[in-house]
């Protein structure tokens, strides 16, 4: 081993290995080939790195943007006096001011306030915070000390702006946080004057996110007046103060919550960091307010002393311990924040989604590892002469090798280098995040520096191959062409087609992500190997024949069929990566479109529309809106008669007349339109039969269906016609759809009244705000798509798409090779057709119909080949199977029309700058250089 090592030490002294590195600048084609081969190969492993760390960044941003501002940061409760509001309550995230803030504070009290009658009405909560004026609708009054009370508040007492309100203290809590008893006197009062009246807050002001922190007090739907949640009385922290003066209480609730900084920028490594600063540890208690009072042990464990109010079981308080986690970052009571989940689910997503695209990576490193050896044989290719030398002289393969690497070292550093940088462009461009963290960035350095010792070994251990098998060089492998590989890679494909749909997708319940089945994620290039094989080895069966039948046809057709003939084996290769390139894109985007249109479909089917709100009985839409709305009644205590017996149903009663232009629908759904299908619901009844359509359950073409209230409303329903899925229908539950009319002169109960709304939600919630109407949907979009819970596969298939650009990019180094492998004979050919009279334009439509025959047909195989992959492979991938309707396919049909574009775009240049550069080259020139 050592004497090698000197001999190769030895050897590298010698001025043709010294001077290696300066040779083949007058070759710029070749070190361009080699350049661009490593570069895809280092392009391919170092965006793992960089992409996982967009799809932490990204996936901590999605949550993020599902929450409330507040429970992505952190909370932070605690008493607060009367003092202390009149001055400003101390900032306890001081020591985390770098990443949480700014910080929202507000205090929380329970009063009830009297009408000018004396009688007490119902409690309300009363919320004091800074400048609530800037994010409420005022409808009287003026800035001032006092109360605000919503109009829904003034209805109910009688009291307006200018009034004086008591205010009984009867409500204020017992206990206050960790355990403090607070003084409470029972049916304390105060007199208040009451400021101003706003518009009432319940529902559609949690858009805004001042309020999200309040939607407990905003969205409750039990216990309130018409089902909605107890009016809210603002007050300034001045007004709060007096009020707890009044009444005599020690302290009331106090509340800090603090977002995250540049949320959508926040890393992985930035959340580890956080939630470590929030923890009670040694270093870091003394300065943290909530770990005051709390005992930590050697090995992190925390444990605090709480006192608790006696009553009713004596005078006094008791008290008790509370132990948490080492490191924990919750106190009970005291702090709360959701990061530690998000971080959590976060990293259960990029491991998920690791479990895919390291694998495709490591397929497209692959790719490139065959590119930089194609490369390096054309390096021995275009050094021939000077290799026979070398050996005659007694150097040995190996020393060849090591010769080949130094000459293109200068290459493979450019590569290396470009890849890397490569890799970090396209992963701030079309990564799920543009943030990506240092760490991330390093390594991918890291890998490129493997994938340039990589390439270098390759090199050289295929010029030193070349080197050993150059004697024997005629000889070839003829048994490889007749094995049919292609069947073995069927077989794989019909193997991994069936583990997808097991697989299923990869959906995040809670922290837990499944994982990526890599044997199902490798379908689409298994059948598309499969079938590429297949079409090429047919063509090439078929090729002597075509290749006999081109004596009589024009000249171009026929130059292009004996090329084709003449490299066949180099064809074949670009047809195969070409077909790669555009069927693998083509699919990813196909099943990425499918499944993103499957989930709104499921969402809108569930909701009914794009907004689904309660219609309080007599309550009227808003004019501009009812021209897109419906209204439907429902039914929730129904039964029908099914195959099986007796089953529980909800009976929808919608409206004819208007429900098409309001409901969601697909044409998928049924095979009749929506509006035929509503015009048989709306045929009056016969026999006693009322038309209906009913889903989530098989039931007899006629039977029996009832509502069940007071009496027992019977009736005999005809299934008008079979659907896959209607609007409103509910998960794993029979629904009856009927028109309202056919159920007039019942005997039934008191409906359930919503109305759907098409529309962009924001736009609809924000008109019917604007308008007075009382918000409160029914049924959300998010109930059925929560987006992080498919960040897997929706950032998996991304990935996937990624490895047909790799290919893609594969294909040009390939047509770069093929042009630059078919000089010789092209340039040689081309000089003595010349001489027989062949014209220029002719030449260049016959190197068209060449590339064409290898890009084209390849691309476009791909691309059709895809589509069919994609057809069947669609309905085994339904994220949400509990919900209607099924899998829905999506083709990605501007992304086939662009590749089928590019690939003839391709062709096209390729064509002119060979033809350009066989106009150029001298054929005495290419003769004496051997090139």
Known sequence: MWARLRAAIGLIALAPWRRAPLLLWRRPGVLATVAGACAVLSASVAAV???????????????????????????????????????????????????????????????????????????????????????????????????????????????????????????????????????????????????????????????????????????????????LPPPVVLVDRATLADLIDQLGVDAVPGVWAAPIRDGGDLTLRGADDLVAGMACRPDLAPTLPWCDGVTIADNGAVTRRVEHEAFPFGPGTVASTQEYDAGTAFLADVLASHLPFVTERTRAIRASVAGGVVPVAGFAGLAGVGLVGAAASLWFDRRRREVTLLTVRGVSPGGLGLKAALELVPALLAGSAAGVGLAYGLMRWLGPSPVIEPAAVAWAAVVGGVALIVAAVVVGTVVAIRVRLQPGRRRTWRWLRVVPWEILAGFAAAVSFRRLGEWGVPIARGADVTEVDLLGLLFPLLFLVAAVGIVMRLLMLALPRVQAASRNWPPAPFLAVHRVARYRVAVVGLVSASAVAGGVFAYAATLNRSLAATLDAKARVFVGSDVAVHLPEGQRLPPDISTSATVVRTYANAWVDTYDGREGAIVLAIDPATFVRGAYWDASFADESLDELVDRLATPAADGRVPAVVVGAAVPAVTEAAIRSGTTGRFTIDQVTGVDAFPGMRRQTATIIVAASALDGMTLGRPTGEAWIRGDHDDVVAGLDAAGFPVNETREVTTVVDRASFLTVSWTFGFTQSLGVAAGVLTLGGVALYLDACRRGRVLGYAFARRMGLARRTHRRAVLAELAASVVVGCWLGLGVALFAAGMAYRRIDPVPDYRPDPLLRPAVGVVVALALLAVVVAGLAAAWAQRRTDRDDPVEVLRAGV
């Open 49 to 227: 790195p960089l992409f996982l760390s967009s799809v932490g960044t990204e996936a901590i941003a999605v949550q993020a943007a599902e929450r409330c501002p507040r429970d992505t940061g952190a909370t932070y409760e605690d008493e607060v006096t009367a003092a202390a509001l009149r001055e400003r309550p101390d900032e306890p995230f001081a020591p985390l001011a770098a990443e949480l803030g700014p910080t929202a504070t507000w205090a929380l009290a329970g009063v009830s306030l009297a009408r000018p009658d004396g009688s007490r009405v119902r409690t309300m909560p009363v919320v004091a915070r800074d400048d609530f004026l800037d994010h409420v609708d005022v409808l009287d009054g003026g800035p001032g000390p006092g109360l605000w009370i919503s109009d829904r508040a003034a209805d109910i007492t009688r009291l307006g702006a200018g009034d004086v309100a008591t205010v009984v203290g009867g409500s204020i809590p017992d206990v206050g946080f960790a355990g403090r008893p607070y003084n409470r006197p029972v049916d304390a009062r105060a007199e208040l004057p009451i400021a101003g009246v706003y518009r009432d807050l319940a529902g559609s002001a949690t858009d805004d996110d001042y309020w999200c922190a309040h939607a407990d007090l905003l969205l409750a739907q039990s216990g309130g007046l018409d089902g």
